[in-house]
């Protein structure tokens, strides 16, 4: 089978500029016009030797950190920009949709945008217009449609910009993270679009750091780091690679936050069990560490847990003494932990909330200390998060008394 889309030893070469130069006032500045400064150009990659073979019709989730080389790929690959070394082989029509308003106008109506838009995908007026009715129902901007693109929100453009990518039917499909933006209805309602695309047979590269969206999506998964690919293969693979590989960074926060009387100065995430790595299966500690600077009476330790759409799952106390008034803290350290027995919650992406503050009174930390993380099936099946009408069972708790 000939690929639909080759990249050939792709790298991507930026220069930055290190200026040895000091702030200067703007009568500095005009004075100074001629002096030579010293400066030190440094050449970074962004991408470096990437080669890839992807077939007509499968969906590729492309994961890692940020700055990883995602993005810049997805640019080379939609012609935003050119590699500055090797080839690019694309043997059908691309759509992307990398940025919320990337090939619109905004003094353009939504209608007059579709064309627009639809042009530069490479579209003909009688394809558009054969989709049109399909498009503006599936966006819901319907009741907009002759309005000026500029006093859309950010999660109306998606919507239709979305719509015009998906439903022109090009044979190449390249979404960015740009999902994020719309809401938890719409997001479900482009993953059964997608997921309808791959089954037609088109070709769908998908870039996100939902791991449960990618998993639900994707059947291959690639992943990069430092523009580089680490990994090309099965999907769950990739994916618990990249957890493994980020499990110390991204799952510990060190500061110093916080008001005169108590410091939060660490917080965590572990697996006690499984070798350290975050699968259904593991024992999780959350653990919490401050510092009490002045004696307080009435100190609140605990945190809560969200689901990836930002649903409060449980908030919980470390200490819970429940009608009565915690008791007076003095001075000095102090570390709690709290453990999520395994086979408790599902395959998916969570995050976590610390709270430090004084009983009815004061809340001391604000977002400081929060930490997300991803849960993984230990052999890649089991029990998992999905989406509604994707692939896998709907569920954020799966305790392991509940058989398939």
């Not at 919320?100 to 064309?115: A, C, I, P, W």
């Not at 919490?288 to 307080?296: A, D, G, H, N, S």
Request: net charge neutral; with cysteine; charged share 25%.
């Amino acid at each position: 089978m000939v690929p639909i889309l080759e990249i050939q030893s792709v790298s991507k070469k930026f220069k930055i500029d290190h200026q040895r130069k000091p702030y200067l006032s703007l009568r500095e500045s005009l004075t100074n016009f001629f002096v030579n400064f010293n400066t030190v150009h440094e050449d970074f990659y962004a991408l470096r030797d990437i080669n890839l073979k992807i077939n007509q019709g499968e969906t590729v989730g492309i994961i890692g950190k940020n700055g990883a080389g995602k993005s810049t790929l997805l640019k080379i690959l939609s012609r935003i920009t050119p590699p500055s070394k090797g080839r690019i082989v694309l043997r059908g029509r691309i759509a992307s949709l990398l940025e919320v308003g990337t090939g619109f106008h905004l003094e353009l109506s939504g209608r007059e945008n579709v064309f627009l838009n639809g042009s530069i995908l490479g579209m003909k007026k009688k394809e558009i217009e054969k989709r049109f009715d399909e498009i503006v129902d599936f966006s819901g901007v319907e009741k907009f449609l002759d309005t000026p693109l500029k006093h859309y929100s950010s999660g109306m453009q998606l919507r239709l910009a979305f719509a015009v990518a998906a439903f022109l039917e090009p044979e190449i499909l390249i979404i960015d993270e740009v999902l994020a933006v719309g809401d938890a209805e719409f997001q479900k309602k482009c993953m059964g679009k997608m997921d309808e695309v791959s089954k037609s047979g088109r070709t769908i590269l998908f870039v996100s750091h939902n791991m449960t969206a990618v998993s639900s999506l994707c059947k291959t998964g690639i992943l990069l780091d430092k523009g580089s690919i680490v990994y090309n293969g099965d999907v769950e693979e990739c994916i618990r690679l990249y957890s493994e590989k980020n499990l110390a960074e991204a799952l510990e926060w060190r500061g110093d936050a916080g008001n005169e009387r108590v410091k939060l100065l660490h917080t965590w995430i572990i697996s006690t069990n499984n070798n350290g790595c975050l699968y259904t299966t593991s024992d999780l500690e959350i653990g919490i560490e401050i510092e009490v600077l002045k004696p307080v009476t009435g100190l609140v330790l605990g945190f809560t847990l969200f689901s990836q759409f930002n649903y409060e799952l449980a908030y919980t106390l470390f200490d819970d003494h429940e009608s009565s008034l915690p008791p007076m803290i003095n001075p000095g350290r102090m570390i709690k932990k709290f453990v999520i027995p395994a086979n408790t919650l599902a395959k998916g992406t969570y995050h976590v909330e610390f709270d430090v503050g004084i009983h009815n009174t004061q809340r001391i930390i604000n977002n400081e200390g929060t930490l997300t993380f991803t849960l993984d099936n230990i052999d890649g099946r089991g029990r998992r998060f999905s989406l509604p009408d994707i692939r896998g069972r709907v569920g954020l708790f799966r305790p392991s008394w509940l058989k398939s």
